[in-house]
């Protein structure tokens, strides 16, 4: 299985919403990113995962909270977000972190949008 | 930091042409990606070059990491319909403390017209 998978591909909230994204990897990878991207611009790393720690956080705002409950699993939990939040949500993992030569895969991505 | 500047921004060929996409970067490349994408969907991984002269191909596409000129070619040959969609290259950052991140060229987009 050489697959991220990533649910909802399309999510819709409010501004005063909860909802989570997830991702799942059966890669035996042991770090997992999360990356946005608006559109016509490139991902722009937001968390990485190494062994279900925390190990960069690109200064997000505490709105968007990251989890990792397992090596196979990422959420991204979402609160009280803004307009300006929508995007596509990426999630990737690859099999180390800290090394170079290190290809990502990425998930198909949820469309975010906030209303 | 480290940037990648790809070019060109976007590119309409014919199909069964030719074309090249470069990348270059501003510092010495470690680990140089090249992924595709299609319109709002993810990222798929097409090849890694580590090496200086190092080439690698995957079926129609061929990819050339040149180490003293801090740039990556992305050559497709015969271009076709399903080739059409857009080619980011990626970079590793290294940074002490023993953790790296990727980051991206703003990409390449690419219309092959039949």
């Known amino acids: 299985d050489t697959e991220v998978t990533q649910t909802p591909k399309h999510l819709v909230m409010g501004m005063t919403n909860k909802k989570s994204l997830k991702c799942e990897q059966h890669?035996?990878?042991?770090?997992m990113y999360w990356y946005k991207q608006k559109a016509k611009k490139p991902p722009e790393l937001m968390f990485v995962y190494s062994y279900e720690k925390l190990s960069i956080n690109e200064s997000v705002p505490s709105r968007f909270s990251p989890e990792c409950p397992n090596s196979s699993l990422l959420n991204l939990h979402l609160h009280a977000l803004q307009p300006e939040d929508s995007a596509l949500y990426l999630c990737?993992?690859?099999?180390?972190?800290?090394?170079?030569?290190?290809?990502?895969?990425f998930g198909p991505g949820t469309r975010l949008t906030v209303l | 930091s480290q940037e990648l500047e790809q070019s060109p921004q976007s590119l309409i060929v014919q199909e069964g042409k030719n074309l090249t996409i470069n990348c270059t970067s501003s510092k010495t490349l470690y680990g140089l990606y090249w992924y595709k994408q299609k319109y709002g969907e993810g990222l798929i991984f097409l090849m890694m070059l580590q090496k200086g002269g190092e080439e690698k191909s995957h079926e129609k596409i061929t990819a050339k990491l040149d180490e003293k000129k801090q740039q990556s070619s992305l050559h497709i040959t015969a271009s076709q319909p399903s080739h059409a969609g857009i080619y980011l290259c990626g970079a590793d950052l290294l940074f002490s403390g023993g953790y790296n991140k990727l980051i991206f060229g703003a990409g390449t987009r690419l219309a092959v017209h039949p």
């Open positions: 890669m035996g990878h042991r770090a």
């Open positions: 990737a993992s690859s099999r180390l972190q800290g090394s170079a030569y290190n290809e990502q895969f």
